[in-house]
């Protein structure tokens, strides 16, 4: 696992941005398409701000992009009528973020949905497109503060595939308090879908996620200064760290993951260097 410390979100996003780019660049180059994986929630905003920045100077094209978004909050769509329409639904946020603002085409686009009759038969189908899609190039990522991926909590198998999962209390009760809904569940890609991509970049600012991302890279060796350090597992004590981190922290996975990145200001990396200085105790 790669990380690329940067000084602030503006940073983060452009690293990101750039990356995401590249990769588009790369595979319609190659193969004609690319196939993203994409994500919402606060941290990516500015991802999506600066790709839309790139879209209107030319310097990247969505013609030949196809994307999966990680997941889709279940509401019941009687009770909350238009809610996928609005940007508290992941449908909402992407297409006022990004989607309706380049060139991608609707047929390209898909995220789960949350009002399907059949869950299970929608999160199968999401899992046949992405396979009929040739699997995902680049999968963009943010965390929870417990180390959530998508809504892949604490505890979810390493194998998990598309299905429909449990929100926890406290994400139930942020979106009481801050939206109109009260989702109790959501379809989301598992663990073993998001591991699948050929490529995963992770993306963290704010103090906020200080801690989840001091244990991602607890007991690993920075082998350069900050910037681009390559992560390295280097004796048994960190394999025994990890194997306990591995548990329960989701992100964890990124570890094993041939081709992962994180891009983290410094503020969400201020508890990694510090442990860096000062390794935590392993817990056995
Ligand atoms: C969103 C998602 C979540 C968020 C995570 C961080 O599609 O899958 O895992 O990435 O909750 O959210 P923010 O960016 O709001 O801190």
Known sequence: ??????????????AAA????????RETLRKGKVVLGLATGSTPIKVYEELVRMHKEKKVSFEN????????????????????????????FMDK??????????????????????????????????K?????????????????LGFCEPNSPLNGRTS????????IDVNRQKFDFAAETALSMGLGTINEAKEILLIANGAKKAPIIGDLASGIAVANSANHAELTLDD????RTLAQ????????????????????????????????????????
């Open 1 to 14: 696992m790669k990380w690329n410390v940067v000084h602030n979100e503006d940073e983060m996003a452009k």
């Open 18 to 25: 750039q990356r995401i780019a590249d990769v588009i660049r």
């Open 65 to 92: 992009v196809v994307t999966f978004n990680l997941d889709e909050y279940v509401v019941d769509k009687d009770q909350h009528p238009g809610f996928y329409n609005k940007d508290i639904s992941y449908h909402g």
């Open 97 to 130: 973020h990004l989607f309706n603002h380049v060139n991608i085409k609707p047929e390209n686009i898909h995220v789960l949905h949350g009002m399907a009759e059949d869950k299970d038969a929608e999160c199968r189908r999401f899992e046949q497109l992405i």
């Open 132 to 148: 009929q899609e040739g699997g995902i190039d680049l999968q963009l990522v943010g965390i929870g503060e417990n180390g959530h």
């Open 164 to 171: 429909e999962v449990k929100l926890t209390q406290q994400t």
């Open 236 to 239: 048994p004590e960190t394999a």
């Open 245 to 284: 981190h591995r548990k329960n922290n989701p992100a964890m996975l990124l570890k094993y993951h041939s081709n992962a990145t994180a891009i983290v200001d410094e503020a969400a990396a201020g508890q990694m260097l510090d442990r860096y200085k000062q390794p935590q105790p392993v817990a056995r």
